[in-house]
């Protein structure tokens, strides 16, 4: 079942514009994702976090994958998904009732309606609207633990609240994993003649 949500950059008017996707758009689901992406994947990059999941999608998202964890700490994954890997899916021959292939929409907030969630991305974290409340939503910090838990309850999600989260305790600090290493190469003796 879909719930349908949007994915988004701050716009040069005090809004937003974005992507919209499709499933398994919850908070539980989606800020652990992009916490994780923000911290390992792009290695606190946010123009590279936005670019691929705002602007480099051809139409929409269907889903956001397990890929977002690439890079991250042992662990992680399984503490997250219990292990389950899925690739993140963009939407593909999505056509108007003319039989033409549709266009791109970029959400906004004029356009959101229908959206369960948003999540926009900030220099200084993720603002979650949950649509139920109102146009704009609690941060969470890019710092913020991806092992942290995040509430689904839209009435939660109000602007000028602490986000509903709560840290699991006495979890061990993460660190991203060791960069590899080049093989180590052995001296070989030239063949005798």
Do not use: C
């Amino acid at each position: 079942m879909g719930s349908p949500a949007f994915i988004a950059r701050p716009a040069a008017n005090g809004g937003y514009a974005g992507v919209h996707l499709q499933f398994d758009s919850s908070p539980p689901n989606m800020v652990p994702l992009l916490l994780a992406a923000y911290q390992f994947r792009f290695r606190r990059d946010l123009e590279a976090l936005s670019r691929y999941l705002v602007d480099d999608v051809v139409f929409a998202w269907d889903e956001i994958g397990t890929d977002l964890l690439d890079g991250s700490p042992p662990g992680l994954l399984q503490r997250l998904t219990g292990g389950a890997q899925w690739p993140s899916r963009g939407m593909t021959g999505v056509m108007n009732l003319d039989g033409t292939p549709a266009e791109r929409e970029v959400i906004t907030q004029d356009n959101s309606v229908g959206h369960y969630w948003g999540y926009v991305l900030h220099p200084a974290g993720i603002e979650v609207i949950s649509r139920q409340n109102d146009p704009r939503g609690p941060l969470i910090s890019w710092d913020t633990d991806p092992r942290t838990h995040f509430s689904e309850a839209m009435a939660l999600w109000m602007p000028g609240t602490p986000p509903p989260m709560s840290l699991p305790r006495d979890l061990p600090k993460l660190t991203p994993a060791p960069a590899p290493t080049a093989p180590t190469r052995t001296a070989t003796r030239p063949p005798r003649r």
